[in-house]
Nanobody, 118 residues
């Protein structure tokens, strides 16, 4: 039973990446899935949320219009499509089965590094 976050990498400013959060051993249908990030020297922050109950999505103001969260139920995976990336998006990104506080999540994926060069 695990949650895996992957898909990070190095990209130039203005580029795109798609992060994946894949669950095994349990279904994501019961959970809201949160994406969080933590930049060096900064506190972890919530970036986006996908509510499996109604398909609603929520975003941090600074990523609205650039990031899109979605879910593929057949693949038991939630995606975070990140477009128009900026250097300030550089961080380790995590997914978890909680949208408010990653520490409260029943499951949490390992982080994936996103680096945006200027």
């Amino acid at each position: 039973v695990q949650l895996q976050a992957f898909g990070g990498g190095l990209v130039q400013s203005g580029g795109s990446l798609r992060l994946s959060c894949a669950a095994s051993g349990f279904t994501l249908d019961r959970y809201a899935i949160g994406w969080f990030r933590q930049a060096p020297g900064k506190e972890r922050e919530a970036v986006s949320c996908f509510a499996s109950s109604d398909g609603s999505t929520h975003y941090k103001d600074s990523v609205k219009g650039r990031f899109t969260v979605s879910k593929d139920a057949a693949k038991n995976t939630v995606y975070l499509q990140m477009n128009s990336l900026k250097p300030e998006d550089t961080a380790v990104y995590y997914c978890a089965t909680d949208c408010a506080r990653i520490a409260l999540a029943e499951y949490r994926g390992q982080g994936t590094q996103v680096t945006v060069s200027s």
